[in-house]
């Protein structure tokens, strides 16, 4: 079964534009979750979609959206970039919500670097 | 306040000896996961403890949960270059949202 992939790996983007990722799910996963990872602020939870819906948010500001097809794959959109929005973004998807016991498996995420 | 705190976030031995990493919280966790993250990559799960009490083994990795799903430890006998990496613990607390600890970068020397 092939895992979680995203494109692109690597991006760079200039100051003030904006940015689409994307995930494509494992096969059968309907949860797809992001987040943010820095050296200096770890692992954040951005966002977390199931049946195309906003399950749970992070603490992050309007310019982080994200939404998810009915084919379950999600993109997440960053607009207006700001230097600090330079980090790996992962992507993680798991079985649908109520699930005895709940894993998520990672994509291998896409380094944004912001100029 | 970080919820899980892992410990120690940095270490360096050699290759052979043994480790242990912690992850603890004031919280209680229907589930605790450990993922191992290289360079460049996502984390890759390792294991999922769920029952208070539970030990898990793979391999030279043995994790353990606390016996009230607060804490857990993840132990590494013989170490070897290639479990060199970051390793980091995640916890459900019943809402299937994880909370991430902010990792513990291990480092095996030949």
């Known amino acids: 079964k092939a895992g979680v992939t995203q494109t692109p790996r690597y991006l760079i983007k200039t100051r003030g534009q904006q940015v689409t990722l994307s995930c494509s799910p494992i096969s059968g996963h309907r949860s797809v979750s992001w987040y943010q990872q820095t050296p200096g602020q770890g692992l954040q939870f951005l966002f977390e979609y199931f049946s195309e819906t906003q399950r749970n948010k992070g603490n992050f500001p309007g310019r982080f959206s994200g939404r998810q097809f009915s084919n379950s794959r999600s993109e997440m959109n960053v607009s207006t970039l700001e230097l600090g929005d330079s980090a790996l973004y992962l992507c993680?998807?798991?079985?649908?919500?109520?699930?005895?016991?709940?894993?998520?498996?990672f994509g291998p995420g896409t380094r944004l670097t912001v100029t | 306040t970080q919820l899980l705190e892992q410990s120690p976030q940095f270490l360096s031995i050699q290759e052979g000896e043994n480790l242990t990493v912690y992850c603890n919280s004031s919280s209680v966790f229907s589930s605790l996961q450990w993922y191992r993250q290289e360079p460049g990559e996502g984390p890759v799960l390792l294991v999922t403890?769920?029952?208070?009490?539970e030990v898990k083994k793979l391999k030279r990795l043995t994790f353990q949960f606390g016996d009230a799903r607060k804490d857990s430890s993840l132990h590494i006998t013989a170490a070897q270059p290639g479990d060199t990496g970051l390793y980091l613990c995640?916890?459900?607390?019943?809402?299937?949202?994880?909370?991430f600890g902010q990792g513990t970068r291990l480092t095996i020397n030949p």
């Open positions: 995640a916890g459900d607390q019943g809402a299937q949202k994880l909370v």
């Open positions: 993680a998807s798991s079985l649908e919500p109520g699930t005895a016991v709940y894993e998520q498996y």
């Open positions: 403890v769920v029952t208070g009490g």
